[in-house]
């Protein structure tokens, strides 16, 4: 069956740094992009960064630009989130998930629904 299983959160304080990874199994991880994905108590889930398949094409909310780096390693089923400079409003539950339709390119305007099945998140808390 279909697993994600994100680790790498913690508590940082505000400007500090966190890699997250997801480690994917049940399906073919290279067919697939990846989604990160956060939810804050009280909100949404949002996108935060996707990536393709096998180009390395990526999205980023804006919120997150220049920040946030996220990458995979298909030979290892994972895929990365380094997260920089990280403020208080980063904290969230982060999730990871497979794009739904394999060879899409991936993109974050499509919204949650299009990606899944998900993990079970972890935890980021930015807080001095």
């Known amino acids: 069956q279909v697993q994600l299983v994100e680790s790498g959160g913690g508590l940082v304080q505000p400007g500090g740094s966190l890699r997250l990874s997801c480690a994917a199994s049940g399906f073919t991880f290279p067919y697939y992009g990846i989604g990160w994905f956060r939810q804050a108590p009280g909100k949404e889930r949002e996108g935060v960064s996707c990536i393709n398949n096998s180009d390395g094409r990526t999205d980023y909310a804006d919120s997150v630009k220049g920040r946030f780096t996220i990458s995979r390693d298909n030979a290892k089923n994972t895929v990365y989130l380094q997260m920089n400079s990280l403020k208080p409003e980063d904290t969230a539950v982060y999730y990871c998930?497979?794009?739904?339709?394999?060879?899409?390119?991936?993109?974050?305007?499509?919204?949650?629904?299009?990606?899944?099945?998900w993990g079970q998140g972890t935890q980021v808390t930015v807080s001095s």
């Open positions: 998930a497979p794009d739904r339709i394999p060879f899409r390119t991936c993109s974050l305007a499509r919204g949650p629904t299009v990606f899944g099945p």
